[in-house]
């Protein structure tokens, strides 16, 4: 599997050859010599200069269809985002301190899900949700990375790092997680869970990075997102990324009041 990791960061870094300008810098902070506490740490460096961050208007395209989106994310499980087509409102999805909740208008029926974050465990035994919540956190670049778990496997070509560990999904599944890194500038390149199979749980690919002028911190312009055993399949493209833009307003990280749409919980509608 760390050999699957290691290919796939290969084709990420053709990628961000092609698009990203670090690519073109000749100076290397990190180098043969750098350890897996090394690039964890300078991860997290970069991690503690985001607060969180937000985008007004985003590009998607979702199992090939367009859409634009709004995101903001913080620290502390603060997530949301609403998804829009030329009909309206798609998909909202968010997670505050308390619940995570989704809802989607393609749903039969429409409802709006929730689960409060002590009961995801039980909930994902049952009813299983695509991806894990603190995986996308971290996807997201507002959740630190934890050092003690990982190891580091360097591809054959030097040029990328897989850092990997294994932990329990909330539903109990023993999962490898795969960050791949550009081994000189320490940029993730892919975040991957896999299955006790081998199978692509959940993958993220991120390109055409840039530094933000007041934070400093380093975040993709371009990020794909897969769920391959859902079938699902995202492509975001950010015209503009605001980082720590300062305390949002309180519904932000509310769910959406959707008049005759049922508010269903999940644990007590596994347990019904």
């Not at 010599?33 to 961050?53: C, F, K, M, P």
């Not at 991120?206 to 859902?230: C, E, I, Y």
């Not at 503009?240 to 300062?246: L, S, Y």
């Amino acid at each position: 599997m760390l050999a699957f990791g290691s290919l796939q960061g290969c084709n990420s870094l053709r990628n961000w050859q092609k698009t990203d300008e670090f690519a073109k810098r000749s100076n290397c902070p990190l180098g043969n010599a750098a350890t897996a506490d090394d690039y964890v740490s300078h991860l997290n460096q970069n991690v503690d200069r985001i607060e969180g961050w937000r985008a007004g208007r985003v590009h998607i395209r979702a199992n090939h269809i367009p859409l634009t989106a709004e995101i903001a994310v913080q620290k502390s499980q603060l997530l949301r985002i609403s998804v829009t087509s030329a009909l309206g409102q798609e998909v909202d999805l968010g997670s505050n301190e308390e619940i995570f909740w989704f809802w989607a208008k393609r749903n039969d029926p429409p409802d709006l899900m929730f689960v409060r974050h002590e009961e995801m465990a039980e909930v994902q035994q049952n009813m299983p949700i695509p991806f894990e919540p603190g995986w996308l956190m971290e996807a997201l670049g507002v959740a630190p990375f934890d050092a003690s778990t990982m190891t580091l496997n360097r591809a054959g070509d030097g040029r990328t790092v897989a850092l990997t560990s294994s932990h329990l999904s909330p539903a109990g599944i023993p999962i490898r997680k795969v960050i791949t890194v550009d081994a000189c500038h320490g940029l993730v390149l892919e975040h991957g869970l896999y299955d006790p199979k081998g199978r692509v749980v959940a993958q993220g690919r991120l390109k055409n990075h840039f530094r933000d002028q007041h934070s400093g911190a380093v975040l993709p312009r371009q990020m794909t997102l897969d769920w391959p055993l859902a079938q699902m399949n995202m492509v975001l493209n950010f015209d503009k990324i605001e980082v720590n833009p300062g305390e949002l307003p309180q519904q932000v990280w509310q769910p959406p009041q959707m008049p005759q749409t049922r508010l269903v919980n999940m644990a007590e509608a596994m347990r019904s």
